[in-house]
């Protein structure tokens, strides 16, 4: 497919994970893609396997709103528009509330919260131009808690609230907002989970689909949401879980 043929995409935190396989996705299907994140050589490497012409590595920490400024002009000045937005870029804190630290939760929120906040408004101007989307990532930790996550889990709520939000206000200007929300997904941020047998197989134990997910099952959606297909769709946080969500929280009976 060759969705977002002459569509220009901003993909946060595209050096890994999601974001790496989300930037992948839309270059495959024909679009300019502004690959974002703080990290130099991941981004660097990231690019280079990409076309040449229709690929922009950008250096910014989204949790700067005056980075995220340059960050949207100096793509608009590349490929002279912004169709897609995919807030993607996240950082994680977790453990005892009573001893997380402000610094650790000023973490967590700078970037999980405010970034997406402030990509949302410096792209705004240029998705009204062309009927645009955007494209938050969020995560199931954002729809019911967890434990020891306090201020992973208050960024992410806040997130679906804000996508739930923001589609109200942006549908009369033809831009449409949702998000995807992902259980387990093997990244760089979950490397050590996974690698834990014991915890690995709790999670099994929760999840239908009784796997992992891989980031490129949640860039297929992303897609989906970006593009012409989902014209109808907004306000919507869609799960990509493995069927997490689908339980209340009793135990299973066999």
């Known amino acids: 497919m060759k969705r977002f043929d002459g569509k220009v995409v901003i993909v946060t935190g595209a050096a890994s994970g999601i974001g790496e396989a989300t930037a992948r996705r839309f270059s495959s299907e024909g679009a300019y893609v502004a690959l974002v994140d703080r990290n130099e050589m991941p981004l660097a490497k990231v690019a280079k396997e990409l076309p040449a012409q229709f690929t922009l ?13 340059v960050m949207v002009a100096t ?9 897609v937005l995919i807030n993607n870029a996240g950082v994680y804190e977790g453990g005892n509330p009573a001893q997380i630290t402000n610094e650790q939760w000023r973490k967590v929120m ?7 906040f402030f990509g949302c408004r410096a792209a705004l101007p240029h998705l009204e131009k062309t009927r645009g989307s955007i494209v938050n990532t969020a995560s199931v930790s ?21 996508t739930r939000s923001l589609a109200l206000d942006l549908g009369n200007k033809g831009v449409r907002v949702n998000s995807v929300c992902p259980s387990l997904t093997r ?25 992992v997910c891989e ?15 989902a014209s109808f769709v907004t306000g919507a946080n869609v799960a990509v879980d493995g069927g997490v969500s689908a339980s209340n929280g009793q135990p299973p009976l066999a």
Not at 75 to 83: A, C, E, I, N, Y
Not at 110 to 116: F, I, K, M, S
Not at 144 to 161: E, L, Q, R
């Open 215 to 229: 980031p490129h099952e949640v860039a297929a959606v992303i897609a989906f949401l970006a593009s012409d297909d």
């Open 75 to 83: 793509v608009v000045k590349r490929f002279g528009r912004l169709d």
């Open 187 to 211: 990244t760089g941020m979950t490397t050590d989970m996974i690698k834990d047998e014991k915890l690995l197989a709790k999670f099994r134990e929760r999840i239908p689909l009784g796997r």
């Open 142 to 162: 954002g729809t019911g808690g967890d434990w020891a996550t306090s201020p992973y889990n208050a960024a992410k709520g806040a997130v679906v609230n804000l």
């Open 110 to 116: 700078a970037t999980d919260l405010d970034g997406v």
């Open 57 to 69: 590595a950008h250096l910014a920490d989204v949790s700067d709103s005056e980075a995220v400024d």
